[in-house]
């Protein structure tokens, strides 16, 4: 009986969110780092692919920490990420170029996050004001990040 690959499996769980923890409250702190709202909804694919439960869980609350650090209303990603996983990439699996596909996801994230954005903004939450250039940076760097991981595998 092994006990100790579910211990050590437990700690990388909580470490990652901890890391992942410490990075938010940097990029809440410090406007140029990106919150990695398209790393996350990678990794959230590939954990769900995988039927890894606790560190899908681990980007669900990633996600909930990321919507209180930016004042959005909580479970807005999530049905974002939810629509985007289950509508949008059905149609989008069918290709073969699995590289452009990260790239393809991670425009999508902050397309619809920029979509969702103007649609609360139109509602009357006027707290929602984020620049389309802003976005088009973050999607440069997550696209730099992910062709990084991508490449290490």
Request: with cysteine; aromatic share 20%.
């Amino acid at each position: 009986m092994r006990r100790g690959g579910s211990y050590s499996q437990s700690l990388k769980n909580i470490a990652l969110f901890i890391a992942l923890f410490v990075y938010e409250s940097l990029a809440g702190l410090l406007s140029f780092l990106p919150p990695l709202l398209g790393v996350f909804f990678l990794l959230l694919v590939h954990y769900d692919k995988e039927d890894n439960f606790w560190r899908f869980c681990i980007i669900l609350s990633m996600l909930f920490v990321v919507e209180i650090f930016n004042d959005m209303p909580l479970g807005i990603l999530l049905v974002l990420f939810l629509v985007l996983r289950y509508m949008a990439f059905l149609y989008v699996d069918t290709l073969n170029a699995k590289r452009f596909l990260a790239v393809l996801q991670i425009a999508l994230v902050y397309f619809g996050l920029y979509l969702v954005l103007v649609a609360f903004k139109s509602f009357g939450n006027l707290y929602l004001d984020i620049n389309p250039l802003i976005l088009v940076y973050y999607f440069v760097v997550e696209t730099i990040v992910a062709s990084f991981y991508e490449y290490s595998i």
